[in-house]
């Protein structure tokens, strides 16, 4: 009785110093460091999806890291990331709020001829990213990325691909494949499922050839044996995933669907460079390394000018390969 | 008895004082969600993740577990009293129920819904300890002909939603079919009848549209008549409680809706929704009063919220055994525990057994106070109806306002609730039943998604329809359910 008192008193002890110090050190931190006041982060998509997560994960980092005073999240759900593009684009030069966006926006404001492109907003910083994995089921006569390429090249349409929405990174990637072992695009027999959950049971199901989808989303099941990982779309192989990369299989691609984030458009310099200062700090952050660990996220940090042209190269790819399909005219 | 020895445990982690709390948190919260349209369990979740990320997860996914289970609870309540369906699973609830709730026999319909969600949830989940591979093995069968053929079978039900003209039924139908059309087109990403308005996109969501008619629409014909005739006063008649009747005439309904909604839910794209629709139907059919459907029949009540409660627990099935979410919940749920590096999946009962065990023998208990929660207050909540008009529908229109604002934090879904709200008054005013049109605006979309993926897949042969056994059986049912009747009909008729 009295041991166990006595412990919970030190415990209770221990934990007040601890919320003290750390009282102490935010307002310290907050002092010396906060650069910026008060920042929204736009995430253009319902909570619970990538962007959101990864504004969520922002926020808690910028906060906690003591780069920015106070953030807070704010959910413009719709088309693509479109909706949240299209209202981020109206706040030109303000600088409270930064847009967060991927490829699937990019892929989305071409497919839905949005009228608000990224050119009305500021590239920032690429973030994160993810790669894609085509998979078969496991009793699937297709054993490597070569037997898919000969049966893609031989009769396109015959090969169904399972995957996310119509125009978003794995129709993408499926378009890119095709392309790359001299199949005909046009004949691209991809089907478009909402979720995630109802792409992998097609696909575990044998209703559809092969699937395609960001790699957390399979690898449950490619551990545990339902599902064949035939080739991975990252420039090197990955550890923990028993797949060669496209190129290796002899396919010329390499995709990642990557998120990152955008200023206002029309920013005065010195705004942006305030909040680029702002991203570079979060991303050499101990608790953003720790994020990225548990989410299961690549560090695909790239900046500023950098980021700009990686972004026109990937414009000009995507609207090509969706033209192709015939998404695009 | 490996699978008993497992609950057992389950119960051992879920009865300590921490965990009972932590249940007893996410039923209410689940409740309270349940009743707000527009605010789902997955959004719910979504936006607790953060906070409970410091919980450890057994105890965050009891929290999880009881606001799924609790959110059904909740909207069958407001779909009755109110005639604002909380959840979509609830839609074919408020038909019925709310008819129920005016002539006064509010009471005996929450219970029937309380006590049918609780056997049914309690059933299911039994389901769930024991069956759950079985069920992925069926469900990974479906394909998108499979789905079509299902997607028919209930567009069948809408017959017995049409009410007396069949004209009218029609044209609330088609108008649902025609709203259910504007959007991306999922299958090429082109919009559709979107008039270049960027809100709508994304089409229409069902929310919206179903508060709009059912309970804007209501609130609207109420302040109409009303005005004309201010002396009408509503009071509480006949038994406040379920009578005898009322149970003989539940139970059945509160099983078949069960063995419905269970298998549905562990479908992949069977949602809550389709089972709800499928037991009005059968309990239409098998009713000896089939007249009183759309006048307050019991039996609609009961097989409806028996089978989305067993829905969401089928739902369950294939993202714990298989880490296959199948509806919006379950994905956050499905990111859930990857935030905690858990990976659900055929292996997840032997990696992570206490957690999952603990998870399903804490739906056993939520259940049970769910239950708890719910039947004591009906008498207080079925006195809601004896607040004065003015102040009721004030407050329903708010409350329809506030959780149709929630969904997309947009203004322009609230132009679009009152415009629809504007059509759901007209449509009463002159007599065309509303629940059709919410129907077709469910099942339109999906239908038509799965028939151009079977199409698709097999590359414009359109006898796959025929050639999948499945397909096939759930198109003879589908034919068999349309001539049925008048072959019997024409029998009796004939013996007469």
Redesign the interface.
């Known amino acids: 009785m009295n041991e166990l008192s006595r412990r919970q008193v030190l415990k209770t002890g221990a934990a007040l110093a601890a919320v003290t110090a750390f009282g102490i050190g935010t307002l310290l931190s907050r002092d010396a460091f906060a650069a910026i006041e008060q920042l929204t982060l736009v995430a253009p998509a319902?909570?619970?999806g990538g962007w959101?997560?990864t504004a969520?994960s922002m926020q808690?980092v910028l906060q906690g890291a003591g780069i920015v005073s106070a953030v807070q999240v704010?959910?413009?759900?719709?088309?693509g990331g479109?909706?949240g593009l299209?209202q981020f684009a109206n706040r030109k030069g303000d600088a409270s709020a930064v847009l967060v966006g991927g490829l699937v926006m990019l892929g989305a404001i071409l497919?839905?001829?949005?009228?608000v492109s990224l050119k009305d907003v500021t590239p920032l910083a690429r973030l994160t990213g993810e790669y894609e994995v085509i998979v078969v089921p496991a009793a699937s006569d297709l054993k490597t990325m070569a037997d898919l390429s000969a049966k893609l090249k031989a009769d396109t349409?015959?090969v169904?691909w399972g995957g996310g929405?119509?125009?978003g990174t794995d129709?993408i990637l499926a378009g890119l494949v095709a392309k790359a072992v001299g199949a005909d695009v046009t004949k691209l027999?991809y089907?478009?499922?909402?979720?995630?959950?109802?792409a992998?049971?097609?696909i575990?199901?044998g209703?559809?050839t092969c699937g395609v989808s960001g790699l957390?989303e399979f690898?449950?099941?490619i551990?545990?044996g339902?599902l064949r990982a035939l080739a991975i779309s990252s420039p090197e192989r990955l550890a923990g995933l028993d797949a060669p990369t496209l190129k290796e299989a002899g396919v010329d691609v390499e995709l990642a669907n990557w998120r990152g984030v955008f200023g206002a458009g029309e920013l005065a310099d010195a705004d942006k460079k305030t909040l680029l200062d702002a991203v570079d700090a979060m991303v050499k952050s101990d608790g953003w390394k720790k994020t990225l660990e548990?989410?299961?996220w690549m560090d695909t940090y790239l900046a500023g000018d950098a980021f700009s042209s990686f972004l026109g190269e990937e414009e000009t790819r995507v609207t090509a390969v969706l033209k192709e399909i015939g998404?695009v005219s | 008895m490996g699978t008993l020895d497992a609950l057992l445990q389950g119960f051992a982690v879920a009865f300590t004082p921490a965990h009972l709390m932590w249940s007893l948190v996410g039923v209410t919260l689940g409740t309270a969600i349940g009743v707000l349209p527009g605010i789902g369990p997955a959004l719910t979740i979504a936006l607790l993740l953060p906070v409970t990320y410091h919980l450890d997860p057994t105890a965050a996914f009891i929290i999880f577990g009881g606001i799924y289970y609790g959110a059904m609870y909740g909207s069958s309540t407001t779909s009755i009293l109110l005639n604002v369906p909380g959840e979509t699973g609830s839609i074919v609830t408020a038909i019925d129920g709310h008819v129920m709730a005016k002539k006064g026999r509010a009471a005996a319909a929450l219970a029937t819904a309380a006590i049918g969600s609780f056997v049914a949830g309690t059933l299911a989940t039994i389901g769930l300890s024991f069956v759950s591979p079985i069920m992925v093995k069926i469900a990974l069968l479906f394909g998108p002909a499979e789905y079509f053929s299902l997607m028919l079978l209930a567009f069948v039900t809408v017959s017995a939603l049409l009410g007396s003209s069949i004209l009218r039924g029609m044209t609330s139908l088609f108008i649902g079919l025609a709203i259910g059309l504007v959007g991306i087109d999922t299958q090429t990403g082109q919009a559709r009848f979107t008039f270049g308005l960027l809100p709508l996109l994304d089409g229409i969501d069902v929310v919206v549209v179903a508060v709009g008619l059912f309970a804007l629409g209501e609130a609207f014909h109420v302040a109409f008549r009303e005005a004309r005739r201010p002396e009408e006063i509503s009071s509480v008649t006949g038994s406040l409680w379920m009578s005898k009747e009322d149970w003989s005439r539940s139970w059945k309904p509160w099983l078949r809706g069960t063995v419905l909604g269970f298998p549905l839910g562990a479908l992949p794209a069977g949602g809550t929704e389709i089972p709800t629709f499928l037991s009005y139907l059968i309990e239409k059919r098998l009713s000896k009063r089939p007249q009183e459907f759309g006048q307050g029949a019991i039996e609609a009540v009961a097989g409806p919220e028996a089978a989305n409660n067993a829905a969401v627990a089928g739902v369950l099935v294939p993202l714990l055994s298989f880490g296959l979410p199948t509806s919006a919940t379950a994905a956050i749920l499905l990111a859930a525990f990857q935030q905690y590096g858990i990976q659900p999946g055929p292996l997840l009962f032997t990696s992570n057994s206490t957690l999952v065990w603990a998870l399903i023998a804490s739906l056993y208990l939520g259940n049970l106070m769910l239950l708890v929660l719910n039947l004591p207050l009906v008498g207080l909540w079925a006195k809601l109806l004896l607040i004065p008009r003015p102040m009721l529908y004030g407050g329903i229109m708010v409350l329809s306002m506030l959780g149709v604002y929630s969904l997309k934090n947009s203004i322009f879904d609230l132009w679009l609730l009152i415009g629809i709200g504007g059509v759901g008054f007209l449509m009463r005013q002159f007599e065309y039943p509303v629940a059709p049109l919410v129907v077709g605006l469910i099942l339109g979309p999906m239908a038509e998604e799965q028939f151009r993926r079977a199409y698709a897949i097999a590359q414009g042969d359109m006898s796959v329809f025929v050639t999948h056994p499945i397909s096939l059986l759930l198109l003879i049912l589908t034919a068999a359910c349309v001539i049925g009747p008048a072959v019997l009909r024409r029998r009796k008729v004939a013996a007469a």
Request: hydrophobic share 35%; net charge negative; charged share 20%.
């Open positions: 319902k909570p619970g959101d997560q969520r808690e704010e959910n413009v759900a719709g088309a479109t909706v299209a497919t839905n001829k949005s009228p349409g015959a169904s929405s119509a125009g129709h027999n089907v478009a499922f909402s979720g995630g959950g109802e992998l049971a097609a575990v199901g209703h559809v957390g690898e449950a099941q551990k545990a339902e548990t989410k299961g998404l």
